[in-house]
């Protein structure tokens, strides 16, 4: 059963997705390797990330790849920025399944709670049905791992009917040639296309 399919029927969450394409100065990268070291540590995409994160409402995931380099980054900025006692939590490989467990009942009591989670240990371990938005931070172009994370905000609630989806890229262009995350990015869009969700596109200078 397609996921469209089950959001019409009203068994999951509506969904809509915006792509948020930060276009950064022309440059070119000898390896993938190279792009993705820039991208997550360059401080206005980090600053970005951090901002969109604490004025979105309601229970966000921000998603991650790379736990020491970006998601404790991610973390203490976004920990340090948040006002008035709102709850940060950072869950990756290392944290325990009971602390994940903890994670999971303190969020589903919550309605303005922010997570930044490892792709892989939230595809995984935690299932919370009061996420109201996601932020993909880290590119990706795997199927599975883009619907599995899809999927852990579609979950519907008493509270809940929407969910929002913001997809994070990077227009790194150097003369004609698309550098490697955007090309992962056209590999979302095929997948949102196939799948039938409804997104948006927006280009953003990064300042």
């Excluded at 360059?42 to 995931?61: E, M, Q, S, W, Y």
């Excluded at 203490?76 to 325990?96: A, L, Q």
């Excluded at 579609?154 to 790194?172: G, N």
């Amino acid at each position: 059963t397609q996921t469209k399919e089950l959001i019409d029927k009203g068994h999951l969450s509506k969904l809509q997705i915006r792509v948020l394409i930060l276009k950064h100065h022309d440059q070119k990268f000898d390896t993938y390797e190279d792009e993705i070291q820039y991208i997550i540590s360059h401080p206005k995409r980090n600053r970005f990330i951090r901002n969109l994160a604490v004025d979105l409402r309601g229970n966000t995931l921000v998603l991650f790849s790379r736990v020491a380099t970006h998601g404790q980054i991610l973390f203490d900025s976004i920990n340090s920025f948040v006002k008035d006692g709102r709850k940060v939590f950072y869950v990756h490989g290392g944290v325990e399944a009971q602390e994940r467990e903890e994670v999971r009942t303190i969020t589903e009591s919550e309605s303005n709670a922010i997570i930044v989670a490892s792709y892989g240990t939230f595809s995984t371990g935690i299932n919370i049905k009061a996420l109201h938005n996601v932020i993909f931070a880290s590119p990706s172009k795997s199927r599975i791992r883009n619907l599995q994370s899809i999927g852990r905000v579609l979950r519907k609630s008493k509270d809940k009917t929407h969910a929002m989806l913001y997809d994070i890229a990077d227009d790194i262009t150097f003369k004609s040639k698309k550098n490697y995350t955007l090309n992962h990015l056209i590999e979302r869009i095929k997948i949102y296309k196939e799948e039938d969700f409804n997104y948006e596109l927006s280009h953003i200078k990064l300042k």
